[in-house]
């Protein structure tokens, strides 16, 4: 009984519209608890259309350790998710570089799957690995509106102006809808 109500108790102070603001102005860990459990699985499923999943866990530890060393550094002008997401797509540009391996990421060589292929695997893995060859930007852009952000958001989360932000989009949508017509040949 008394383990309900503190689960009840719980749930009714978990109603804060921005956790991530109260957790920035009051420090108070209950805040970031919350929003490690609003956005973590978000967050984590960006990162791993990206990335490996051992680096996607990795860049998704230092995006809490950054919010953590700098939370007075948020200021309530937008989304927390989009927030969240901009330091970790730093995260992850910087990890690239480290490893050397932007120069693969922006090959615009794109894999092709054969109708063999694409009958013997689930229409979502596919649609993922059509993703995956993408050039690094498309794919990032792509996979920000997949995630459910707006193209407002997406240019302040990669920094690039609005009409980039939909042009890649459009070129990795064209690049997707080309592969499929040639499976269905």
């Given at each position: 009984?008394?383990?309900?109500?503190?689960?009840?108790?719980?749930?009714?102070?978990?109603?804060?519209?921005?956790?991530?603001?109260?957790?920035?102005?009051?420090?108070?860990?209950?805040?970031?608890?919350q929003?490690?459990?609003?956005?973590?699985?978000?967050?984590?499923?960006?990162?791993?259309?990206?990335?490996?999943?051992?680096?996607?866990?990795?860049?998704?530890?230092?995006?809490?350790?950054?919010?953590?060393?700098?939370?007075?550094?948020?200021?309530?002008?937008?989304?927390?998710?989009?927030?969240?997401?901009?330091?970790?797509?730093?995260?992850?540009?910087?990890?690239?570089?480290?490893?050397?391996?932007?120069?693969?990421?922006?090959?615009?060589?794109?894999?092709?799957?054969?109708?063999?292929?694409?009958?013997?695997?689930?229409?979502?893995?596919w649609?993922?690995?059509?993703?995956?060859t993408?050039?690094?930007?498309?794919?990032?852009?792509?996979?920000l509106?997949?995630?459910?952000?707006?193209?407002?958001?997406?240019?302040?989360?990669?920094?690039?102006?609005?009409?980039?932000?939909?042009?890649?989009?459009?070129?990795?949508?064209?690049?997707?809808?080309?592969?499929?017509?040639?499976?269905?040949?």
């Amino acid at each position: 009984m008394l383990s309900s109500l503190k689960m009840w108790c719980a749930r009714t102070t978990s109603n804060v519209e921005d956790p991530l603001y109260e957790y920035a102005t009051t420090g108070k860990v209950k805040y970031l608890e919350q929003v490690i459990e609003r956005y973590q699985s978000d967050l984590f499923h960006f990162l791993k259309t990206q990335t490996q999943a051992a680096s996607a866990e990795d860049i998704c530890q230092k995006t809490w350790l950054k919010v953590i060393e700098k939370n007075s550094a948020y200021r309530q002008q937008g989304h927390p998710k989009a927030y969240l997401f901009q330091i970790a797509r730093n995260l992850l540009v910087d990890s690239i570089r480290a490893s050397d391996k932007l120069s693969e990421l922006t090959d615009n060589k794109v894999g092709t799957t054969s109708t063999y292929e694409f009958t013997k695997v689930s229409e979502q893995s596919w649609l993922y690995q059509q993703i995956a060859t993408l050039p690094f930007l498309q794919k990032e852009a792509l996979s920000l509106q997949l995630e459910g952000f707006s193209l407002a958001e997406i240019a302040q989360i990669v920094g690039a102006a609005q009409e980039t932000v939909k042009t890649r989009i459009r070129y990795a949508k064209e690049t997707i809808k080309s592969q499929v017509s040639e499976n269905n040949e």
